[in-house]
């Protein structure tokens, strides 16, 4: 089996990524289908709000691991890539099982869709700074 699943490593990622985007893409028709009550503002309100709460909780990891572990500059960078870490392959079909059939279910997701790419901005423009 390890064998057959080394071999074959490329294909399970590619169905794995085609199953997450799956699943966002029928979370969110669910929602344009039932219909928003958020205006556009709030969502940019929100997606300004985890920007700022990204870097926060991102900056507190850092000074907090700095505290903890002094001579350890591996351990801290580890510690910011992965102190606030979410991931949408995880989060989604949680909030697609804990609110299965609930309209705003995409509404309820769109945090998360945002906070992960958010991470991923952050952690390229901050890895040339941390590589040092």
């Known amino acids: 089996v390890r064998a057959f699943v080394?071999?074959?490593?490329?294909a399970f990622k590619l169905a794995q990524e085609?199953?997450?985007i799956f699943i966002v893409y029928t979370v969110f028709c669910r929602t344009f289908e039932a219909g928003t009550e958020a205006p556009a503002q709030d969502i940019v309100i929100?997606?300004?709000?985890?920007?700022?709460?990204l870097v926060a909780f991102k900056a507190v990891v850092?000074?907090?691991?700095?505290?903890l572990f002094p001579g350890e500059p591996r351990l801290r960078v580890t510690g910011f890539f992965g102190g606030v870490h979410k991931?949408?392959?995880m989060g989604v079909p949680l909030l697609h099982?804990?609110?299965e059939g609930n309209p705003l279910l995409g509404m309820y997701a769109?945090?998360?869709?945002?906070?992960?790419?958010m991470q991923l901005l952050l952690g390229s423009a901050a890895a040339p700074a941390l590589r040092r």
């Open 6 to 10: 080394a071999a074959h490593k490329p």
């Open 97 to 99: 099982a804990v609110y």
């Open 87 to 89: 991931t949408v392959a």
């Open 46 to 53: 929100m997606v300004a709000l985890q920007g700022v709460l």
């Open 62 to 67: 850092w000074v907090l691991l700095g505290l």
């Open 110 to 117: 769109v945090p998360l869709l945002v906070w992960h790419p």
């Open 18 to 20: 085609l199953a997450l």
